[in-house]
């Protein structure tokens, strides 16, 4: 079963338990079972659309020109507390849906008569659920009410924002160990396994030894003894658990998915690699609008030239860039996530991840082609793009993934080589194995503790790019301001490119400072006001 669900309305028979009384919902084993759905599902609402905006503007992500008033202002860094994304389309609010649902879950379920082993596989399913939404929150905004209850009262959510340090502490950190305990072994499946906390978990102490600013504005560094733990945990999945790299290309036709690029075939969802991956479903209002998100153009002008070139013509196509070899889906260019050049420059020749993950071309199974501008090919529904009966923008249900088992491979290997002053084998074999599989040869033998934390930062960069982990990978390290100082934004044939050109949103051509601010979200300016009373101050700088 898949984390693949309909709208509130339409994907339970009786509301999500968010929304009536928990005592009079959950009675039964599939009334627990259902309840942790519930929590899932929250997993689609923040993921289907908005979240990758976490990214833009870093090196890898820009907007289209003239895009989205509400994303423009991540482009000139004016980001304000009254955004429609964190007050119209839910960027906060629907975490704490998730949060309540799986509190409601851990409130309730305890009390039903049904099989132990189970009961505690669910507890811990909500408990690691609740558990990443409070991590992605704390990272995004800092400071956070600490809410472990079911909500039956107003005082049971009118509450103070505490600490970071005490949300690690008192919720991500025991729930996580505990669904690490408790959930179930094997492959995920859509469900969160042990394997999928375990992993989690190593990222979370990844981050707690890394930099971060906090809601008062201070730049602190976190407890290094973090390292080993990241090491530890990340070590654990790569040693027991049953995932591993897919390693064998797909063929189809005159198609070709390199290794890498496997687990986001529609043929293959929930592979070996997966460890964290949302499935979707075509029903309208319920699927990903990635691919409409992520489309920078309705064709493939100005990157492969003018609309009426022909840039394949030497392979016998004559068509031209904006009939012939347009996609016929006919995506509608709202360009909300557009790779960079600089991404594109940080591959080293012969990578197979590049030309993969940013789709200047596709080639279906028939032997037709299709030219578009660059596009993030993570975020993309193919049959969406290639117009097949059944598909919208609205429900196209190409799979989002989360984690995998490239995570636990260079989370051990930067944690190792951090915890121990310097790589040691295991370490290079973690990181050769990403690198092998891209087509690449071995590290280098013999570097230095800062060379191979440089190299395992670029193996990231360049392994995970699209998913929405790139700004906390340059805060943790402490280089958000440098890495994002200047970005290239100009394709030119270096890129491949067929044509000068730029197609982001920034009034200074991509070199505007990112402000410390910055580092955090604001929290919605709606809610300050609704809890000014609990003493609620807004995010210094905003």
Known sequence: MGISFSSCGDFLDEEPPTFISGENY??????????????????????SRWWP????????LVTRTQGNSATNDFGTHTVTASNSLFEGYGMYTIYWTGIARANNVLAYVPDIEMDETEKNIILGEARALRAFFYYNLARAYGDLPLIVNAVTTESDFMKPRSSVDDIYNQIIIPDLKFAENNCRDGLHDGHISKWTAKLILSEVYLTRAGWRRTSQGTFVQGDQS????????AKEVIDNSPHGLNKDEVINGANVTPAYGVAWDKNNVFSKESMLEIAYVGVAGSGSWLSRECSPSSNGASY?????????????????????????????????????????????????????????????????????????????????????????????????????????????????????NGPNVDAYNAVNEIRNRAGLGD????????????????????????????????????????????????????????????????????????????????????????????????????
């Open 304 to 420: 492969w030239g003018a609309g009426g070139n022909q840039p394949l013509l030497g392979e016998g196509n004559t068509g031209t860039v904006s009939v012939g070899l347009r996609f016929p889906g006919r995506p509608p260019g709202v360009g909300t996530y557009i790779p960079t050049p600089d991404l594109y420059d940080a591959f080293e020749s012969g990578d197979e991840r590049r030309d993969w993950s940013i789709m200047t071309r596709y080639d279906t199974s028939d032997g037709a082609s299709y030219v578009c501008q660059p596009t993030m090919r993570k975020f993309v529904d193919i049959d969406y793009f290639l117009g097949l009966d059944g598909t919208s923008f609205q429900y196209t249900n190409a799979n989002t993934i989360l984690y995998r088992y490239a995570d636990a491979l260079l989370i051990y290997a930067e944690a190792q080589n951090e915890a121990d």
């Open 53 to 60: 905006i976490i990214d833009v503007y870093t090196d890898d």
């Open 26 to 47: 959950y009675k039964t084993a599939g009334d627990a079972r259902t309840g942790v759905d519930g929590a899932y599902e929250s997993l689609n609402n923040i993921y």
């Open 226 to 233: 973090n390292w080993a733990l990241a090491r530890d945990k």
């Open 443 to 542: 590290l280098t033998a013999g570097l230095s503790q800062v060379d191979f934390r440089e190299a395992v930062w670029k193996e990231r960069r360049c392994e995970f790019n699209g998913e929405s982990k790139r700004k906390f990978d340059l805060i943790r390290t402490n280089r958000l301001a440098t890495e994002t100082a200047t970005i290239n934004i100009l394709w030119t044939s270096a890129q491949g490119s067929l044509a000068v050109y730029r197609n982001c949103y920034s009034a200074v051509n991509g070199s505007i400072p990112w402000p410390d601010n910055e580092w955090l979200w604001p929290i919605p300016q709606s809610e300050i006001e609704l809890n000014a009373k609990n003493g609620w101050v807004q995010n210094k700088g905003y």
